[in-house]
């Protein structure tokens, strides 16, 4: 039987490879840093990593995990509801709570899992979900789990957002669903409109904080922060996965019956082996760092509005962004994949994407900027896009 499998599966990767679109994992041998060394021998300069604010080899974390890996071991071997549950993970979720102004947090392996095991529990056939055309894959794969009524509008457009709203007042309960900066354009969801539209049409919000917590925000407490909304949204889902630490580990946090909900019915939660302590551990290190001092947020800042004037200025054509996220414009599909291989050997490492992450037409580069970037990072890699972009007759 897997021979005709076997078969078609050939072929359809050979045409992807011969449309020049095939996939290959780049094999890093060493910290995610800035600069990281590749199995090739080459060292190259880190452009499309989510550590925003540079944490992933930080010193603190690495001990914090190190001393929890001592008192608490490796790994849990449970879920959290039989003896997966440590005094660290419910000191984590209080931190988590304590960070977005909300009442309560559960955590995950992920925060797919997290947006993946939030709607089920929460929402039957009478309700409605109302979710921003950009959300994230996981929101999307969460919502077909569930059996409410699904809506959708185009991306951060309030007046269609009202429009579906008003179609799904007469389902019994509402909840409009959104990513708080969009990973692929970099854009931040109006989420003061949002909270303004969710009061007149008795709604509840959820918001996908993954691109945006520790990014967005005069203290990093993402969009919530930057709209002056923070402790009025029902519900936030975020990972420690990128700006936190970069390690893995998911959560929703928010009103309290919520969460007490999911933690009854949620089936990642129920059903997967608890975070291990040392990524716990290392968690809450981070969260009390952050509450200490803004640095690593204002220079973060400061590098993405250097990186985009500096961009514009060579002629690039680029999203508006409020975020960390930079996307340079190509279109084509392959020409963002011989752009990232060009950079490569400039000693720049990013990755080209295109259908099916972003629409037909849309291929682009993603650039993502990390407080630990310094100028000189930041110039390189100004300078590679330059001269590829020239090479490439993208710039003329």
Do not use: W
């Not at 409410?148 to 951060?156: F, I, L, V």
Request: net charge negative; charged share 25%.
């Amino acid at each position: 039987m897997y021979t005709n499998l076997q078969v078609f599966l050939q072929k359809e990767l050979q045409d992807i490879k011969d449309a020049g679109l095939y996939k290959n994992e780049r094999v890093i041998v060493s910290p995610q840093t800035a600069e990281i060394h590749l199995n090739t021998g080459a060292e190259v300069l880190n452009f499309c990593a989510n550590n925003y604010l540079g944490l992933s080899n930080n010193p603190k974390l690495i001990e914090a995990a190190r001393e929890a890996l001592t008192t608490h071991g490796y790994g849990m071997s449970s879920v959290r509801f039989i003896c997966g549950t440590t005094d660290l993970h419910k000191k984590l979720e209080a931190k988590v709570a304590e960070f977005f102004g909300t009442e309560d947090t559960i955590l995950y392996a992920a925060c797919f899992d997290a947006n993946g095991g939030v709607f089920e529990p929460l929402f039957g056939e009478d309700d409605a979900i109302i979710s921003d055309s950009l959300n994230h894959a996981s929101i999307i794969d969460g919502v077909r789990l569930c059996k409410a009524a699904r809506y959708r509008y185009n991306n951060a457009d309030m007046a269609d957002l009202e429009a579906q709203l008003q179609i799904a007042q007469k389902h019994r309960h509402r909840i409009i669903v959104t990513d708080g900066v969009f990973s692929m354009d970099g854009n931040v969801a109006p989420m003061d409109k949002i909270h303004e539209l969710a009061t007149k049409y008795d709604a509840i919000v959820m918001i996908d904080e993954c691109h945006s917590a520790g990014v967005v925000g005069d203290t990093g407490r993402g969009v919530t922060e930057k709209f002056n909304v923070r402790g009025k949204i029902e519900i936030i889902t975020g990972t420690l996965g990128k700006a936190f630490g970069g390690a893995i580990g998911g959560f929703t946090t928010g009103k309290k019956e919520i969460i007490e909900m999911l933690r009854q019915r949620s089936r990642p939660y129920l059903f997967s082996n608890s975070i291990p302590p040392s990524v716990v551990a290392a968690g809450i290190k981070m969260f009390e760092m952050m509450s200490e001092t803004t640095e690593l947020q204002d220079k973060l800042h400061s590098n993405t509005d250097y990186f985009m004037t500096r961009m514009q200025e060579a002629g690039f054509d680029l999203k508006p962004t409020k975020s960390a996220i930079i996307a340079v414009m190509l279109y084509d599909a392959k020409l963002s994949q011989d752009f990232a291989a060009a950079l490569l050997k400039e000693g720049i490492y990013v990755i080209g994407f295109y259908y099916p992450v972003v629409a037909k037409g849309q291929a682009r580069i993603r650039v993502q900027v990390s407080a630990a970037h310094e100028v000189e990072h930041l110039d390189k890699c100004i300078a590679a896009f330059t001269k590829v972009g020239k090479e490439l007759g993208v710039l003329k």
